[in-house]
């Protein structure tokens, strides 16, 4: 129903609502009344009147937006109604030069809109939507105010060009795009540069605002130009990775002229900073243009202008102290690198003189290193792809960088040193706690840090040796923690990353034996230092120096130890037999890093490293159990180390290694522990330590089922412990944080055990004992994400066929067994979750969260609903979403489950009496966005629904797995279930045709697979069960008493069960 205001004054009143109003129920039912207006057929006469004679600037704001919703719909408006639109907006722009930014903005992306959505319509033979371009011409040749919106009109088009519409078909846009970038797009840059060169050719008025804001609109247009998407690539703007632009071979004359690139240096040294910036920006893209756009010759000479421009800029700073000029300006000097090689700059003629300003400038920037951090990244980058494509450089130009790279690594080195003291006396924020970028900046140092390495070896040996010396005296005075104990700290942190990052930095084909003399020299000062750091525990602790430590072994590890340490073996310790014309390789030198490790430390090889690492990781987990960050790391590391087959065997035979498998208690080791003291977010980290200790299990496990009982067997007593309080009075927190913190670590478990052999192991240890604990859990607290996430989670990962690791044998039920309990997890939690009506009438407010819905094209008898998760709630069903992924649940694959009570028992004729029935429940695919935004109405039309067929009743006192569905039929009353005190609650459902019988909701079975599963003669091998708890059953009877057939009970029937009929079978 059309909506009719008495006036105009009317709807400026509900924009001024809408756009600044502060009353929320205003801006509501202003939103709910505008949109009305949308659809209603005197929008176009309502948006006329809004811009002709509205009074504010909102109104003509509405009225843009109306035609940009009605231009935008799928089914467009006629042709001739969408020229005269177009041409009234560029009359109305053309006439109303006062208007406010914003609305011109809007009203001319409209006409952007019209203009690429119309832009291959024909009318009388020809393409009536691209005379746009001739229009703006118009526009030029009038005053300073019509040339401004001329320019944002080609601007606002280029842009809308190349944006991609997901709601229409990609390849229409494509067309589109290409189309005009043959046609059009060229033609528009010239255009806009033949701007720029007049406005150079004249003297700048920078106190005229009007020729500020043409300057600015045309740099936009030229920056849109070279921005746009040439070849459907897609690229993220807001990413350097692909930063190669694809200039079309039409546009190479443009490129070539050497005033094309002068013309926005120029611009750069006569604007003021917030246009230069612009100028700068349309730089950045000239330099990442495609080398095969030039022959050999033509690159260089293109090159070479590039290079006279930057020696321009760095010789004239002044422009660099803004920092948007200066964070262009870094993203220009790492492009010119990505686009070329160091052969290629190493031959222009300006290069020795360029790279002396480039490396001052950096230095400078080091120095200053609280001043634009992101910026640092760019000039990082430059210095690290220069310096690892020296050994490529065939030229016999000098590179320069043996001289020039060991002072930016001492600039970086020394500022980092120097900020410290700063830090700490003023309060500011510290670099080391923005750990992302720390650790960016030293990937990209370590290849600058090993050009000339014995200068940075030996710069990094002298300041550590003075700040270690210090850090002893603050140690034993009796001062105690003090300022400049947090200095030293500081620095000392430093210092270990720093170390970390050179020793990482090593690169084999580079590398010589003096080299890792030099890494053995760095080395053994932080093993002394680590020594220093754990005999003072927990006196003497310090997170930030921690956390370094971690850094340095990781990256020490990386380079030195394990497979690294074979490959390096076999290419350097080469021994010679005179009787043998071959190379042998000796795998028994130790490499030079050990010598001096050895005279001061006694660490020979990488087996005494190992040691070392785990004796550290063992004190982190046992001193550090309240710091998150210092555990998260320790734990990540040692998966680490526990990745590698070769490191795992020697792991195994160290003394901290199996004493961390006997004893994984919070005894031993307080992060485990379920103390009030430790957030629930803080368990997260017991999954990865339990992935480690398993894997360091497996090495010699076999098929030792007593072994892995001994394992276990901290978690028996957990599981034990619950399982004799769960049903008495306890203090409901320290079981919720128990199940959480165990959950965790079976998943950890669980994921570690890639073999059949020992998956089994788990399962039977975990069936039947203990799963039906995390059931009950998942029914108790199916409310709290925090506990129910990592229960599914881990039932997730146990459904994970990893490494074919749940092919059981023919005769076993435990792929069966798995599946229903997997799929008596989903319905639990499924169930308890579901809102009591989940698919409204008509006048019902929108449902919650989940939704049961009849799936289209299905028979309506019987009812099988499926539970659908809206977008908004993701996340908090991330650990369903992931175990309804493993099972492959879609509309054609129905969900058997199994509840315990509330359903009613059939009589079989198979000799199954008291089987409950089994529930059918499907997983929805995702709905649209648009789908939740709908109101119920408009919710049953879009599903083809007169009204809803699915409602749920829950009988009073029942809980919420008791609920039934029941279907309700047009034109005839509900039929009401059973009273209790006629034997309890029972389903019902009408017939499609209005019949009087009724059947049990769920009764009939699905066939899954094409061929029924059959057993194979004998007797299966059940379960093994251990403890007194586990009862012996059969396999084969298990497995034929769960895929026994069913008759199809009589229809009706309305006996029902008694309580002892409700039981599951499992």
């Known amino acids: 129903m059309a909506l009719h205001f008495q006036s105009l004054a009317e709807l400026e009143v509900l924009c001024t609502h809408l756009y600044i109003g502060t009353d929320l129920t205003q801006r509501i039912e202003a939103e709910k009344a505008l949109l009305e207006l949308i659809d209603s057929p005197e929008c176009l006469s309502k948006c006329q009147l809004l811009l002709e004679q509205g009074t504010t600037s909102y109104a003509q704001l509405l009225a843009a937006t109306c035609l940009s919703k009605l231009i935008s719909r799928v089914s467009p408006l006629p042709v001739e109604q969408r020229i005269d639109i177009r041409n009234y907006i560029l009359n109305y722009v053309a006439s109303q030069l006062k208007l406010a930014p914003f609305v011109i903005q809007a009203l001319i992306q409209v006409i952007a809109k019209i203009t690429k959505l119309g832009w291959f319509e024909v009318q009388k033979d020809q393409f009536v939507f691209r005379e746009i371009i001739a229009d703006v011409k118009k526009f030029l040749q009038g005053t300073m105010e019509h040339c401004i919106i001329g320019v944002i009109i080609l601007s606002e088009l280029t842009q809308e060009m190349n944006l991609v519409d997901y709601s229409r078909p990609s390849a229409k846009h494509r ?11 060229k033609d528009i840059l010239v255009l806009a540069c033949s701007l720029l060169k007049e406005v150079l050719a004249k003297p700048l008025n920078l106190q005229d605002e009007s020729q500020q804001t043409l300057v600015m609109q045309v740099l936009k247009l030229v920056l849109n130009c070279l921005n746009f998407d040439f070849i459907g690539s897609l690229a993220d703007e807001s990413a350097d990775d692909l930063c190669t632009v694809q200039i079309p071979t039409t546009w190479r004359t443009i490129f070539l002229e050497p005033e094309t690139l002068d013309l926005f240096f120029n611009l750069y040294h006569s604007l003021p900073p917030l246009l230069s910036q612009l100028a700068l920006s349309c730089l950045v893209q000239f330099a990442s243009t495609r080398r095969s756009l030039f022959s050999s010759p033509e690159r260089a000479k293109y090159l070479g202008n590039l290079i006279k421009g930057v020696r321009r800029i760095l010789e004239n700073p002044q422009g660099l102290s803004d920092p948007g000029n200066y964070h262009e300006f870094c993203r220009f000097l790492a492009r010119l690198k990505t686009n070329y090689q160091l052969g290629e700059l190493v031959m222009v003629k300006e290069y020795p003189e360029v790279i002396r300003l480039i490396a001052n400038f950096t230095i400078t920037s080091l120095q200053h290193w609280e001043f634009a951090p992101n910026s640092v990244h760019y000039l990082l980058t430059l210095w690290q792809r220069m310096v690892a494509s020296v050994p490529f450089v065939k030229s016999t130009e000098p590179h320069l960088l043996d001289t020039y790279a060991p002072e930016i690594t001492k600039a970086f080195i020394t500022s980092r040193l120097e900020s410290v003291a700063i830090v700490v006396r003023d309060h500011l924020d510290d670099p080391l706690d923005d750990a992302a970028t720390v650790f960016q900046q030293l990937e990209q140092l370590c290849t600058v840090s090993r050009c000339e390495y014995e200068k940075t070896c030996t710069l990094l040996v002298q300041l550590f040796d003075q700040n270690a010396q210090n850090y002893q005296k603050l140690l034993h005075s009796a001062s105690g923690i003090t300022v400049d104990m947090a200095i030293q700290e500081g620095r000392l942190a430093w210092l270990v990353y720093l170390v970390g990052t050179v020793v990482g930095g ?16 760095l080395s053994c000062r932080v093993f002394q230092l680590i020594s220093l750091m754990d005999t003072g525990l927990p006196r003497c602790s310090n997170e930030k120096i921690e956390l370094a430590i971690l850094w340095f072994l ?6 030195y130890v394990g497979d690294q340490l074979q490959r390096t073996s076999k290419e350097q310790n080469i021994v010679y037999k005179p009787d043998c014309l071959v ?18 430390l006694g660490i020979t090889d990488d087996n005494h490293v190992l040691e070392t690492f785990m004796t550290k990781i063992v004190t982190n987990l046992k001193y550090w159990g309240r710091c998150e960050p210092v555990i998260s790391r320790t ?9 590698g087959y070769i490191l795992l065997k020697k792991l195994v035979k160290i003394d901290a290694v199996k004493f961390m498998l006997k004893n994984h208690t919070s005894e031993h080791f307080p992060f485990l522990g379920i103390s009030d003291r430790y957030s629930l977010s803080d368990f997260r980290c017991r999954t990865t330590f339990y992935t480690a200790l398993t894997r360091l299990l497996m090495v010699d496990l076999g098929e030792d089922e007593d072994e892995f009982e001994n394992f276990m067997l901290p978690l028996t007593v957990s599981f034990e412990t619950i399982l004799q309080i769960f049903n008495n009075n306890f203090k409901q927190e320290d079981v919720k944080r128990m199940l959480i913190g165990l959950a965790r670590d079976l998943r950890g478990i669980a994921f570690a055990l890639n073999t059949k052999t020992s998956y089994t192991m788990l399962f039977d240890w975990m069936y039947p004992a203990y799963l039906p604990i995390l059931q009950r859990a998942v029914e108790r607290w199916y409310g709290e994400p925090a506990c129910t996430t990592p229960i599914l989670k881990l039932m997730a990962e146990l459904m994970q066929n990893r490494s074919q690791r749940l092919n059981f044998d023919a005769s076993s039920p435990n792929g069966i067994l798995l599946f229903r309990e997997a799929s008596k997890m989903i319905c639990t939690y499924a169930i308890s979750e579901t809102e009591p009506v989940l698919l409204p009438a008509a006048g019902v407010p929108h449902p919650g969260p989940h939704e049961l819905h009849h799936p289209l094209g299905a028979s309506r008898t019987p009812v099988r609903p499926h539970v659908h998760l809206r977008g908004p709630h993701y996340s908090r069903y991330s650990g369903l979403l992931q175990l309804l992924y493993q099972l492959r649940l879609h509309r054609h694959l129905p969900l058997q489950a199994h509840s315990k009570r509330g359903q009613e028992a059939t009589s079989d004729p198979g000799g199954h009496p008291g089987r409950p029935e089994t529930v059918t429940f499907y997983a929805a695919k995702s709905r649209c966005p648009a789908a939740d935004d709908v109101g119920p109405h408009e919710h049953h039309r879009l599903r083809r629904l007169s009204e809803p067929v699915v409602s749920i009743q829950a009988s009073p006192g029942a809980r919420p797995a008791q609920r039934e569905v029941f279907q309700r039929i047009e034109g005839k009353s509900d039929k009401q279930p059973a009273s209790p005190q006629a034997g309890g609650p029972r389903p019902v459902l009408q017939e499609p045709d209005g019949g009087g019988g009724a059947e049990p909701v769920h ?40 895929l026994q057939p069913r008759a199809r009970p009589p229809f009706p029937r309305d006996s029902c069960g008694s309580e002892s009929q409700h039981r599951d079978v499992g």
């Open 635 to 643: 734990l990540q590391f040692l998966n680490d180390l526990s990745v």
């Open 506 to 521: 090593r690169l084999t084909y580079t590398s010589t034996d003096e080299h890792d003399a030099m890494d053995g020299e």
């Open 554 to 559: 990781d990256q020490f590890r990386k380079t």
């Open 583 to 600: 190379q042998i390789p000796n795998l028994l030198l130790p490499s030079r890093v050990y010598a001096r490790m050895s005279e001061v």
């Open 175 to 185: 067309k589109i795009a290409t189309s005009f970038r043959d046609t059009s797009l």
């Open 1003 to 1042: 009764q009939e079975q699905r066939q899954v697979h094409p061929e029924p599963v059959r057993l194979q003669k004998g007797r299966g091998r059940g379960p093994a069960q251990r403890g007194q708890h586990r009862t012996v059953r059969s396999g084969h009877d298990e497995l034929t008493r769960l």
